[in-house]
Structure formats: structure tokens, C-alpha cells
């Protein structure tokens, strides 16, 4: 997947909402988080068993629902539970153009 330039207000955006959802983790009682040597990736631990633990993307750990997790309970598994899916957006000059074929009763390119 290629990357795509964010803008300055979308990136703030970001770090603001990571700075947040870091410290709600920081603030769950039975799950740990820590830092990968590279500095690229985010861990989540469980503070019962720190063999149980689960690398994270910024972008991996910003879908997680921590509230959601919270209301499970805040254990490891509750957490882990609360990942959302990434929905693919797909732009809509593509859909446009797709549905402009179908309409003409081209076959898929």
C-alpha cells in the first residue's frame, strides 16, 4: 500500500489522539505498555503474564477501542478483543468510474 501525504492538521490530529489513547492504556491496571527498541512500535503487555504481549502500529493502536475495553473488564484479552477493523476506503473518482463501466456494460479492468 503506497503511503499518502497527511496534512499538518491531520497529523496533529493524530499525535493528540495517541498522547490520548496512551494514556488511558497507562491508566488500565492490568494491561502494561512499553516500547519497542526501534522506537516504531507500541506493546501492549498483560501485567498478569508478560509473555502475553502484542506489537502495535500508531495507526494498529489507534483502532483499538479502549473504552469498549474497559467496560469488559480491562484485561489483556478485553483489549485485544476491542480492535476495530480498518474500513478501505476506496476514492470516489474510482467508484464513479466503476459504476460509469458497469452502466456501459464494459467488463472489469
Known sequence: MAKK?????VADKRAID??????AAEAMPLIAIGFSTNGREILLYDRN???????FTVDQF?????????ERGGSYIAVMD?????????????VDEGVHRFLLGEEDR
Open 62 to 70: 489507534l483502532r483499538l477501542d479502549l473504552q469498549q475495553a474497559k
Open 18 to 23: 495517541l498522547h490520548h489513547r496512551l494514556k
Open 5 to 9: 501525504f497527511l496534512g499538518v492538521h
Open 49 to 55: 503474564d508478560y509473555l502475553m504481549y502484542r506489537s
Open 82 to 94: 476491542s480492535l476495530k477493523r480498518r474500513v478501505t476506503q476506496v476514492p470516489q473518482r474510482e
